[in-house]
């Protein structure tokens, strides 16, 4: 079955970087659009940033400049390396993805980021 499977979360101080990773199983990763959304407490679920299968980005605005996303497809791994980590980007953070050609997402568990001031 498909798992996406994030790590890299916890408590972070304000401006670190830290790096979230998803490991993804069960799927043909290397035709899949894979993505990051994060949701803060009491607000929508929010787009963070996708990559497609040739390496195309795009990021929300919140992120555009601070975050950066890439895969590994021979590991099937997509990470998010978190730049100048603000306190609005405490969040719980999850992994997505789907196929090139389909709006059917799945979508990992979760990973908690908190920024500490």
């Known amino acids: 079955q498909v798992q996406l499977v994030e790590s890299g979360g916890g408590l972070v101080q304000s401006g670190g970087s830290p790096r979230l990773s998803c490991a993804a199983s069960?799927?043909?990763?290397?035709?899949?659009?894979m993505g990051w959304y994060r949701q803060a407490p009491g607000k929508q679920r929010e787009f963070v940033a996708n990559?497609?299968?040739?390496?195309?980005?795009n990021y929300g605005d919140s992120v555009k400049g601070r975050f950066n996303i890439s895969r590994d497809n021979a590991k099937n791994m997509v990470y998010l390396q978190m730049n100048s980590l603000e306190p609005e980007d405490k969040a719980v953070y999850y992994c997505?993805?789907?196929?090139?050609?389909?709006?059917?997402?799945?979508w990992g568990q979760g990973t908690q980021v908190t920024v500490s001031s």
């Open positions: 997505t993805g789907r196929p090139h050609y389909s709006d059917d997402y799945y």
């Open positions: 990559i497609s299968s040739g390496g195309s980005t």
């Open positions: 069960g799927i043909a990763f290397s035709i899949y659009v």
